[in-house]
């Protein structure tokens, strides 16, 4: 039986963002608890949690540590296609859900979190802005060397490198 008294909002809010976090990358990958077991083996309901004043630098060496800790612990797992593109998924959608909405976007964290990339997010970004090269980029297989090339590829044009990118992004598509 739950005990309602020992479920916190915190707690909610950590197992949506879990969800919405698996169901983004589960496609062709995983269970929802491997993802689970991953997230809560790393530091990212911790950084979700703290609400320190950070620069894009910080979050770059978290995101890189994190992302290898999601790696690592889905690897040990059993998943054997856990790559950096899929890490940051995980990351930027539990960001998205546990940080950036609950504070509608405003936040100081919320202009340094990156936005989730995939196929959707690349083939409307080349559209509108001509480049091809990214289009095509397989967002499942980015290795690390990879997802930071493509980051400073879309940090190069004059967009913003937050949620507010997601503009190109839509649920139908």
Known sequence: MINHNEYSFKKHLHNYSIWTAAR????????????????????????ADDDKIITESEFEQFHRLCANSIINLLTEDDVSNATYGRAAKIIAIYLKTSVIIPNKGQCQRSTIIHPPIDGILLTALAADLGRTNIKFMPWTQLTETDYWSLVSQIKAIPRSFDWRLEKYWTPET
């Open 24 to 47: 983004a990358v589960q496609r062709s990958f995983t269970s929802t608890k491997k993802i689970k077991n991953a997230i809560d083996g790393s530091t990212l309901q911790q950084f």
